[in-house]
């Protein structure tokens, strides 16, 4: 009897355990891991600063302190959405605590490390975290275990609902995802599965022919600025070599970028290959955009006028393409027009360029409008020149 109370007495504790972790509050100096399904660029860890804020990509700051890890996803995702910067936001918030066992991932990912291990953790949560890359083979993913078993996983049959092909991970276990095999005779070198990493395809079959160096250059042609050859430095990626070009011209398609590599060309999509890694010998062009959909930028910047739209474009984009702002632009209240019923919306674009909220999507026919300096200063430093003169005229009178 006294074992069986012993034993309900355990249960209870772990219980109540289990509940206060879940109703645990946010302080300042904790590490929590953010998840969200939309968009793996936000899956990292943040720390809380002393302000009781963390820094979130493309959002800016956001107080979660005293919020238990539910209310902090709900107010992430909610300002994600109000804020445009997505049109659904599943957000996952947990407080990083000291968990003595981890669980390994590496391979074909974006992120290789370690994660604490939690009770009934599954592979879609490691895989959150790691992020496969484009040449990742799901199909073989492999959980290694501590003692040394390993189990294949085809996760490209995942079910959702069911939990099919989404295994429960232990304690010490190690995810590793492979590349896929490097044998595409005859392909098609733009299909989606294409390695970006290695070789943009061989539709000729046979021995892959080598990437041709010219003196360690990149090539960027196209609707860019500054057209030409570009040094090559290890670990350069395409968005580099587009800044160093001067950045993106004013008709150029944003959304597409065509690689060509030892005579074999690849259409990369941006913004989400704009990490690809280049290699000596590669060129790049940037299209030209053919749709007739624009932006209108008017107001104090350097070029004010239509602009061509692309899928994608943000509202630091069309000032960038307007030429930037004149001096004394107001820009803490850009006001953005759209056409239909929606109501004018006004912008601070200082607190984008500051990291405080996420820069704005735009859409076709929009019109963005920038005000110059507030009347009254116009008027005070009108005044005071009027004023520098009549002093002049006097003393040169006399």
């Given at each position: 009897m006294k074992l069986r109370l012993l034993f309900l007495l355990i249960v209870a504790l772990f219980g109540a355990i289990g509940v206060l972790a879940q109703d645990a509050k946010i302080k300042a100096g904790d590490k929590i891991r953010l998840m969200c399904e939309e968009e793996s660029a936000l899956n990292k860890d943040y720390t809380v600063s002393d302000d009781g804020l963390v820094l979130i990509d493309f959002l800016g700051a956001v107080k979660i302190s005293d919020l238990t890890e539910k209310q902090a996803a709900e107010k992430i995702s909610k300002q994600l959405v109000d804020e445009r910067i997505l049109s659904k936001a599943t957000i996952r918030v947990e407080i990083v605590r000291g968990e003595s066992q981890y669980i390994k991932f590496e391979g074909a990912v974006d992120t290789e490390g370690d994660t604490p291990y939690k009770k009934d953790m599954r592979l879609d949560y490691i895989l959150l975290l790691a992020v496969p890359t484009a040449e990742a083979d799901l199909t073989r993913i492999q959980i290694i275990s501590a003692s040394g078993k390993t189990t294949l996983v085809d996760f490209s049959k995942f079910n959702k609902e069911s939990n099919a092909n989404n295994p429960i991970i232990q304690p010490g276990d190690k995810i590793v995802v492979p590349k896929k095999v490097a044998s595409n005779p005859g392909g098609n070198p733009t299909s989606p599965g294409t390695n970006p990493g290695g070789n943009p395809g061989n539709p000729g079959g046979g021995e892959v022919k080598p990437p041709t160096v010219r003196n360690g250059k990149v090539k960027i042609e196209g609707a860019v600025f500054l057209t030409g050859e570009y040094d090559f430095a290890e670990g350069m990626t395409v968005r580099e070599a587009i800044l160093r070009a001067g950045g993106y011209g004013n008709n150029a398609d944003t959304g597409k970028v065509v690689l060509s590599r030892g005579g074999t060309k690849r259409e990369l999509k941006m913004p989400d290959d704009a990490n690809f890694a280049l290699m000596a010998g590669d060129m790049i062009s940037i299209p030209a955009?053919?749709?007739?959909?624009?932006?209108?930028?008017?107001?104090?910047?350097?070029?004010?006028?239509?602009?061509?739209?692309?899928?994608?474009?943000?509202?630091?984009?069309?000032?960038?393409?307007?030429?930037?702002?004149?001096?004394?632009?107001?820009?803490?209240?850009?006001?953005?027009?759209?056409t239909g019923n929606i109501p004018?919306?006004?912008?601070?674009?200082?607190?984008?360029?500051?990291?405080?909220?996420?820069?704005l999507i735009l859409k076709p026919s929009q019109t963005i409008e920038i005000d110059g300096p507030l009347p009254s200063t116009l008027n005070s430093q009108v005044t005071r020149k009027a004023g520098i003169a009549a002093v002049l005229l006097f003393l040169l009178g006399t």
């Open positions: 955009t053919e749709s007739n959909e624009f932006i209108i930028v008017t107001g104090s910047v350097n070029k004010p006028g239509r602009i061509p739209f692309s899928p994608g474009m943000r509202l630091s984009d069309a000032i960038r393409l307007a030429g930037g702002f004149v001096d004394g632009a107001r820009k803490n209240r850009l006001k953005v027009l759209s004018p919306r006004t912008v601070n674009f200082e607190d984008i360029e500051l990291g405080y909220t996420g820069d």
